[in-house]
């Protein structure tokens, strides 16, 4: 009956009335701002991702990677250039004082510092006795200084 009527007509009233209707879409605004906040997250995260995977990319190519690579394959190069330049000059060095001693073994002035002498007549070696006669006079060439001395015989 008419209880049941009633009750049917006050709910009826109550979804009808403005306060019921606004706490609807005030329920409704709230679902749609979480929504709407989730979807900026996505958004955001998605654009940090991309952020990071452009920046990856970017630092791969960039050119402070190469140029210090390259610098560090120009420290390698002038390394092994100075090792290469210092052996160089140490074989060079090696053979130019073996070169030396060679030359100084065969050196008149190696053969005066062991006690021989260079004669000369009038500028010219004497290299055969028979070459100077007596009286004449000859110069002696020592490994330090020079005698004047006539031939007795």
């Known amino acids: 009956g008419l209880d049941e009527s009633l009750r049917w007509s006050a709910r009826r009233l109550q979804q009808l009335h403005p306060r019921a209707r606004l706490e ?10 979480t929504r709407l906040q989730r979807a900026l997250r996505r ?15 970017l630092a791969r190519l ?3 990677r190469r140029i210090a690579a390259g610098n560090q394959r120009l420290a390698l190069l002038q390394a092994r250039a100075g090792s290469a330049l ?3 000059l140490e074989h060079a060095r090696s053979r130019f004082e073996l070169a030396a001693r060679g030359l100084n073994a065969v050196s008149p002035l190696a053969t005066l510092e062991r006690g021989y002498a260079i004669v000369s007549v009038d500028g010219h070696v004497v ?3 028979s070459e100077v006669a007596a009286g004449a006079e000859i110069e002696a060439r020592l490994a330090r200084g020079t005698l004047k001395a006539t031939v007795s015989g």
Request: zero cysteines; hydrophobic letters at 30%.
């Open 86 to 88: 210092r052996a160089g």
């Open 62 to 64: 960039s050119p402070e």
């Open 127 to 129: 290299t055969d006795a």
């Open 43 to 57: 958004r955001l995260e998605r654009a940090r991702q991309d952020l990071a995977i452009t920046s990856a990319h």
């Open 24 to 33: 609807q879409q005030a329920q409704h605004v709230d679902e749609l701002d």
